[in-house]
């Protein structure tokens, strides 16, 4: 039996991780934790949610057209387990409409309402402002580095129907 106390004192004298690949992805998930805090706060003003966020920036490109809510779900850029409930309630607050196209009754459409449209333009220069604070610190290089490292982290990972870069 090894002695529990001396792994210990190696394990913080020495290595903090048990992998390069675990520091990796815990300074991924801190960062995350980090710059997530900048826009709860924002989106908390709104009453939204990041991925109600999403979902509306997903419909207001699309607009005028309408979207199939499967195929707005893989676009997401994090899974929404319960899509049908994050999209309830942007349809009780007048953000997004539903309807079922006559010959196909089984698909549900979503489109982005001026209500929407309009959250999402008083949303646009905080936002901006938001992303500057979290990143603003980075030069362009660095954030297209970033961008491509980041790209190359997720691409095996990634669903054959992702349209996420």
Same mark, same amino acid.
């Given at each position: ?5 001396? $792994?210990? @004192? #190696?394990?913080?004298?020495? !290595?903090?991780? /048990?992998? +390069? ?8 998930? &801190? ?45 997401? $850029?994090? @899974? #929404?387990?319960?899509?049908? !409930?994050?999209? /309830?309630? +942007? ?8 309807? &079922? ?65």
């Amino acid at each position: 039996m090894p002695d529990m106390a001396a $792994v210990a @004192r #190696a394990a913080r004298k020495g !290595r903090r991780f /048990d992998s +390069l690949e675990q520091e990796v992805f815990l300074n991924l998930w &801190r960062t995350y934790d980090r710059l997530r805090a900048f826009e709860d706060d924002l989106f908390a003003q709104h009453d939204l949610t990041p991925q109600q966020y999403n979902a509306l920036r997903l419909l207001r490109a699309a607009h005028p057209d309408k979207i199939p809510t499967l195929e707005l779900a893989t676009r997401l $850029v994090s @899974r #929404a387990p319960d899509i049908t !409930r994050l999209l /309830d309630r +942007l349809v009780e607050r007048g953000m997004i409409e539903r309807d &079922r196209p006559a010959d196909n009754r089984r698909m549900v459409r979503i489109s982005i309402t001026p209500v929407g449209l309009a959250l999402l333009a008083r949303l646009h220069e905080p936002l901006q402002a938001c992303h500057a604070q979290q990143l603003g610190h980075l030069s362009r290089k660095e954030l297209h580095t970033l961008i491509d490292l980041l790209h190359a982290a997720r691409l095996p990972h990634e669903t054959e129907n992702s349209t996420w870069r």
